[in-house]
């Protein structure tokens, strides 16, 4: 069993940035593809970002590429996501997840989900 815990989320305008964490348990992570994903309201979740356990590899929908940058602390079994210029349409749950590959979490291929973290971006 995986927990995953994010941290991070909060109010901010457009133009800023923000920094979302998820901290992860069990001594796995450094082998563990993992990812984020966002929700807004009335809207289905998407794939946001993802990276292997090495952190070489990554994706990131073409939404966020060039703003937003997915990172890992392996020391720290904690995940990172750097969220710049964001914009109102950026603002959703933010969650973090598991799978077996950068490219199965694109795809939706999750093991464990976080809880979320509320990111709200005012015009």
């Known amino acids: 069993q995986v927990q995953l815990v994010e941290s991070g989320g909060g109010l901010v305008q457009a133009g800023d940035s923000l920094r979302l964490s998820c901290g992860a348990s069990?001594?796995?992570?450094?082998?563990?593809?993992m990812g984020w994903f966002r929700q807004a309201p009335g809207k289905e979740r998407e794939f946001v970002a993802s990276i292997d356990g090495s952190g070489g590899s990554t994706y990131y929908a073409d939404s966020v590429k060039g703003r937003f940058t997915i990172s890992r602390d392996n020391a720290k079994n904690t995940l990172y996501l750097q969220m710049d210029s964001l914009k109102p349409e950026d603002t959703a749950v933010y969650s973090c997840?598991?799978?077996?590959?950068?490219?199965?979490?694109?795809?939706?291929?999750?093991?464990?989900w976080g809880q979320g973290t509320q990111v709200t971006v005012s015009s």
């Open positions: 997840a598991t799978g077996p590959s950068p490219a199965g979490v694109r795809d939706f291929n999750i093991n464990y």
């Open positions: 069990g001594r796995t992570f450094r082998r563990t593809a």
